[in-house]
């Protein structure tokens, strides 16, 4: 699984658009992408995830570059919930339950 | 659908003792992977049980160790606890445990060794 490299923290006010990067330079062609998020005092929780192309749900937006070197997760208009470590990983085929997690991305909201 | 569940949330034990913790996936769910989160070390991977087997493992000591049963619940335990096994121990369920799709965590079982 690819090396991620994310900001320590990010800061955003309530409502505005927050853009969280990625970087995952040695990512395999088959590797997914994924997000995930922690809440104080809780498991992660899955956000979203994508392979090549960009990805929406009902929580977010992924954006992945066409070299597949880099991601953004898009919180379109963060709200206090949206308080959390955000963690970028990549897994592939031979992963077998691993999840590598970096130190993440502190993202503070403010009212 | 239940979500996955894990038991106890907390526990205290002594120095030298052992500990079993559970967890129970979402139905459907052959594979559990298991997790440690320390502040200084962050989420590091146990292990992974699919179908009864141990598939995968990470880098900590014997001490360590897990087992699935044929219902997919699994349980994991330390013995010979130290106090760095201080930590929150996370169990992790999906399908088939590929690729790192479809991902469900459990809120975890704090442990706290004195």
């Known amino acids: 699984d690819a090396k991620t490299t994310q900001p320590n923290s990010m800061e955003s006010n309530e409502e505005e658009p927050v853009h969280l990067p990625c970087n995952h330079s040695?990512?395999?062609?088959?590797?997914?992408i994924h997000w995930y998020r922690q809440l104080p005092s809780q498991g992660p929780e899955y956000v979203i995830h994508g392979l090549t192309s960009n990805v929406n749900n009902r929580m977010a937006s992924l954006a992945i570059a066409e070299d597949r070197k880099s991601s953004t997760l898009i919180l379109h208009r963060a709200t206090l919930r949206d308080a959390a470590v955000y963690y970028c990983i990549t897994a592939g085929g031979t992963s077998y339950g691993k999840l590598t997690f970096g130190q993440g991305t502190i993202l503070t909201v403010h009212p | 659908k239940a979500g996955v569940t894990q038991t106890p949330r907390y526990l205290i034990k002594t120095r030298g003792q052992q500990v079993t913790l559970s967890c129970s996936p979402i139905?459907?769910?052959?594979?559990v992977s298991w997790y440690q989160q320390t502040p200084g070390q962050g989420l590091q991977f146990l292990f992974e049980y699919f179908s009864e087997t141990q598939r995968n493992k990470g880098n900590f000591p014997g001490r360590f160790s897990g087992r699935q049963f044929s219902n997919s619940r699994s349980e994991m335990n330390v013995s010979t606890l130290e106090l760095g096994d201080s930590a929150l121990y996370l169990c992790?369920?999906?399908?088939?445990?590929?690729?790192?799709?479809?991902?469900?965590f459990g809120s975890g079982t704090r442990l706290t060794v004195v």
């Open positions: 139905s459907g769910h052959r594979s």
């Open positions: 040695t990512i395999s062609g088959t590797d997914y």
């Open positions: 992790a369920s999906s399908l088939e445990g590929d690729r790192g799709l479809g991902y469900t």
